[in-house]
């Protein structure tokens, strides 16, 4: 049953990546996040109907640190959704209260024995969803140019890159440093919404940059392991 979980969400997430790519493209052509609203929604009632369809007890996979993360997921969507009615200021302390239950959703996992390749999986394509539209959040109020949204962005080419092409020795493990990165990434997109111009570029700048070497690091070195 674990080997055929395993295979299943891999194919989520490659088709995740795809959907999430194509709607990204949309949102940018049409200057609407209707597009990235509904894919997001559909392809994660996906994963969760999945584990309905399994059978699997509710209590074992929807315990209190995935209801954490569902509730990050929909205060993500929230903003998208209701962004025009926002002003910078909110849309950053929205964003902000979505980061620091990322650090609860692990801790709680952790903490009841409900650490799982599921939960794992869930959190992290939530965080993948943040900086996407974080991304778009940022483009759209103006505050930086759209070169903002290839962090968003190379999560899920990173992600088909590794499945098309993986490596012999491909090991698929994260490295500490990299979840830090991410982690100052988020921070960094957040307080874009209430930094001054210069801080705010130079921010983000050097968060982008660091994402790129941190999934370049990770590639190389996990193709040589």
């Known amino acids: 049953m674990q080997q055929t979980n395993a295979i299943w969400q891999k194919k989520w997430m490659l088709k995740h990546s795809l959907v999430m790519l194509s709607a990204a493209g949309l949102t940018f052509f049409t200057s609407s996040f209707l597009p990235l609203i509904i894919v997001t929604l559909l392809s994660f009632l996906l994963l969760f109907l999945r ?3 399994l059978g699997e007890p509710a209590n074992t996979w929807f ?3 995935n209801i954490l993360t569902t509730v990050r997921l929909l205060a993500i969507v929230g903003v998208l959704l209701f962004e025009k009615n926002m002003d910078n200021e909110a849309i950053g302390a929205t ?3 979505a980061l620091l239950a990322d650090g609860l959703d692990g801790w709680l996992a952790r903490k009841n024995g409900n650490a799982s390749a599921f939960g794992a999986l869930f959190d992290a394509e939530t965080d993948a969803l943040f900086v996407l539209a974080a991304g778009f959040l940022i483009f759209e109020k103006g505050l930086l140019g759209g070169w903002v949204l290839a962090a968003g962005l190379l999560r899920y080419l990173y992600f088909l890159l590794v499945f098309i092409g993986k490596p012999a020795g491909w090991q698929g493990r994260r490295f500490l440093l990299a979840k830090i990165i991410a982690g100052i990434l988020m921070a960094t997109l957040a307080g874009c919404f209430f930094l001054p111009d210069a801080p705010r570029l130079a921010a983000a700048i050097g ?9 370049a690091f990770e590639f190389f070195a996990q193709s040589r392991a």
């Open 95 to 97: 964003l902000l209260l």
């Open 207 to 215: 968060a982008t940059v660091l994402v790129f070497c941190s999934f």
């Open 51 to 53: 584990k309905i369809m």
């Open 63 to 65: 315990h209190a640190a």
